[in-house]
């Protein structure tokens, strides 16, 4: 790369003034990202990418038209032609007369500290971690994935406002299986060296064998305690079709500011700066933590500077808000406050004579899991979600299906592994008020399938879910 980010994004800037004249507004994003991924599968690492790119970003205002384009060439010929394609584009872009003008020169928060040992992580400290996962698993099949990531960024505008930063971030997500049923474990971090694949390798395999001869149960609403990966699903749907202030705008979202849409035990906080992040928006907009509901009364949505129309933006812009809309996209479910009786997020009832995993060994992943079974009558302990669909975006239905293990409850123990079930739930409203019977002490932190991306939330336990039919329908 010919210079820093900054520069290029700066010789961007100049060449718009130079080609297209000084009454156009750009605004340049320049990203240096590294992405490092293991992945293994039966048991033995296959694949092993580093790729390393750069990416420069330009969107224009010209003549009251707008135009975006992008392109990974940084020397003097690259630029110029991004550029010159831009202006053309601009050119013959329909009018924009809800252009909401450039960021101007903005104080930008320190960067967040940045573990250097996980932006140059080696294939090897990647390959140790799956190496202990693979151990853990006692000699079942094993597969996934442990990746590293890091991005340099730079933004410049024509209105003189500019911005660096850095991040770096770390993912492993792997299932250990038997011959009829798959366990699993994730976590996402800041720092490499705070996953641990021998831990992760053990819970995958417990959850495996735990599920074995799977019953069927019949359709209807039961209680559940959804397990952090589970609840990281409620997370990112309510992220991309509630709390998106484009969908607010249009009134296609349910969120109603100022109502109590949620049970009070709910909060809800996007944090991008909670980890190490990037520290300013697409847009040069700094980022900021945005409780979005709190205490159960939905509170705000997120905002691009298009979808603020003259208010003030949440810093949200990403590549593609202004056609899906800007979205939370490091959301924070806040864990139950601690008991001061037992230094948990739980009443001391509701932990005594917990079994370690139940009657059911392995099904039960951790003491918060445990505890909030434990006040279960009869319902279901869900460890994940997927294939999910929104049926209705406004109120948020949703159909998908459980994965990874499901199990019977009764009396506060867990006692067979359940047959994979499909169910149809509107999210808003299973966790409306009096439906969070209880949260776990900690947030997990989940990865998403798109690095830069995290949901973090504790274990749940909710009165009601619609279980529809079996997996097959």
């Excluded at 409306?432 to 002490?441: E, Q, T």
Aim: hydrophobic share 45%.
């Amino acid at each position: 790369m010919t210079g820093s980010e900054l520069d290029v994004a700066a010789r961007v800037v100049e060449l718009v003034r130079r080609l297209a004249g000084p009454d156009a507004q750009a605004e340049v994003t320049v990203a240096r990202h590294q992405l490092a991924l293991t992945r293994f599968a039966n048991s033995f690492i296959h694949q092993n990418v580093d790729e390393v790119g750069v990416a420069v970003r330009l969107r224009l205002h010209l003549g009251g038209r707008t135009a975006g384009g992008s392109g990974s060439l940084v020397d003097a010929d690259g630029l110029t032609a991004l550029v010159e394609r831009t202006v053309a584009a601009a050119r013959l872009a329909p009018a924009d007369p809800a252009w909401p003008g450039l960021t101007p020169p903005t104080a930008v928060p320190p960067a967040p500290p940045t573990d250097d040992a996980t932006a140059q992580a080696r294939p090897e400290d990647r390959a140790e971690r799956v190496r202990a996962f693979v151990a853990a698993v006692g000699g079942l099949e094993a597969a996934g994935y442990c990746r590293t990531s890091s991005r340099h960024e730079a933004f410049a505008n024509s209105a003189g406002h500019s911005a660096t930063g850095r991040s770096a971030e770390a993912a492993m997500d792997g299932i250990a299986r038997t011959g009829t049923a798959d366990g699993v474990a994730r976590q996402h971090a800041d720092h490499l060296a705070e996953l641990d694949g021998a831990v992760l390798g053990a819970r995958a395999a417990a959850k495996a064998r735990a599920a074995a001869e799977p019953v069927e149960l019949p359709p209807g609403r039961y209680e559940v305690v959804f397990e952090p990966a589970a609840v990281s699903d409620l997370l990112q749907k309510l992220a991309w079709y509630g709390f998106n202030g484009k969908r607010y705008a249009e009134r296609q979202s349910f969120a109603e500011p100022g109502v109590a849409q949620f049970d009070p035990a709910v909060t809800l906080v996007d944090d991008p700066l909670h980890g190490s992040h990037l520290q300013f928006d697409l847009e040069g907009t700094p980022r900021r933590a945005v409780t979005l509901v709190d205490g159960g009364v939905t509170r705000a949505v997120v905002h691009d500077r298009r979808s603020a129309a003259g208010g003030a933006s949440t810093g949200h812009a990403m590549a593609g808000s202004g056609t899906f809309g800007p979205l939370p996209h490091n959301l924070r479910l806040l864990p139950a406050p601690a008991d001061p009786t037992t230094g948990s997020g739980h009443p001391a009832a509701s932990r005594a004579g917990v079994p370690a995993g139940g009657s059911v060994t392995g099904a039960v992943a951790d003491p918060d899991t445990a505890a909030l079974v434990a006040g279960m009558a009869r319902g279901l302990l869900v460890s994940d979600l997927w294939y999910t669909r929104v049926l209705d975006p406004k109120s948020l239905v949703v159909t998908g299906l459980t994965r990874n293990g499901v199990w019977l409850v009764e009396d506060g123990v867990p006692v067979r592994a359940v047959r994979d079930l499909r169910f149809t739930e509107a999210y808003p409203r299973a966790m409306g008020p009096g439906a969070v019977l209880g949260l776990g002490s900690a947030a997990v932190r989940q990865p998403d399938r798109t690095d830069g991306l995290w949901w973090a939330a504790p274990a749940v336990r909710l009165a009601s879910w619609h279980f529809t039919g079996g997996a097959s329908g």
